[in-house]
Structures are given as structure tokens and as C-alpha cells.
Nanobody
Framework: EMQLIESGGGWVEVGGSLRLSCSASGGSVSDYAMSWVRQAPGKGLEWVSAINAFGSSTYYADSKKGRFTISRDNAKNTLYLQLNSLKTEDTAMYYC????????????????WGQGTLVTVSS
């Protein structure tokens, strides 16, 4: 069974940076588009970013463009999310997710989720 394990979250001041990682085990994610989803305290799930299986196309929620960068290393079976210029509203649990398709599409089901890594941005 595929398992996704996030790491890299923590506490950071406004304007700081963090790099989140998502390591996959129990199978290869190299054939699948992946994405990051977050959930702020007391709020619903919010899609953040996605990347196709090859790493050649990336997608971002409008408010994340220019601040967040998604990438992947298929040789390491790992997904990344670089968070820069962090704001207090970026405080959330960040989840790594896997799709069952090669190319990202907003209608594609997310068929595997990690347990999440918490990012706390303090002023």
C-alpha cells in the first residue's frame, strides 16, 4: 500500500522560508501527478499546488504564485514544496497527495494522502 510521509514543517517567522518534503513508500509515484493541499486551523481544505508526473508542468493557487515552488525528484520518489515569504495566513497542516493520472487535472481524484506536516507562521 502506498504511503506518503511529509516532513519539513515547523515554526517560522513572517517572511521566512520552509521546504516541505513528501517521501513515498510502498510503490513508485513517478507515473502520477501529485499535489499539495493544506488546512488552516478551523477551516476547510485548500488546494495549494500540483505537478505532473514528469515535473514539466506545475500549477498554483493564485495567492501562492511567486511564493511557493513545487518540484519532484522521481529517482528519490519524493515531492517537495518550497515556501517563501511566508505569511501568518499560511499557517496550516500541509498534506501531500497523489493522483491516479499522469497529468494534473482539477477533476482528478486524490487517491492517497499523507498524514500532514504542520507549518506555523508567527508575527
Amino acid at each position: 500500500e502506498m504511503q506518503l510521509i511529509e516532513s519539513g514543517g515547523g515554526w517560522v517567522e513572517v517572511g521566512g522560508s520552509l521546504r516541505l518534503s513528501c517521501s513515498a513508500s510502498g510503490g513508485s509515484v513517478s507515473d502520477y501527478a501529485m499535489s499539495w493541499v493544506r488546512q488552516a486551523p478551523g477551516k476547510g481544505l485548500e488546494w495549494v499546488s500540483a505537478i505532473n508526473a514528469f515535473g514539466s508542468s506545475t500549477y498554483y493557487a493564485d495567492s501562492k504564485k511567486g511564493r511557493f515552488t513545487i518540484s519532484r525528484d522521481n529517482a528519490k520518489n519524493t515531492l517537495y514544496l518550497q515556501l517563501n515569504s511566508l505569511k501568518t495566513e499560511d499557517t496550516a497542516m500541509y498534506y501531500c497527495t497523489k493522483t491516479d493520472t499522469t497529468y494534473w487535472d482539477f477533476s482528478t481524484a486524490l487517491d492517497a494522502w499523507g498524514q500532514g506536516t504542520l507549518v506555523t507562521v508567527s508575527s
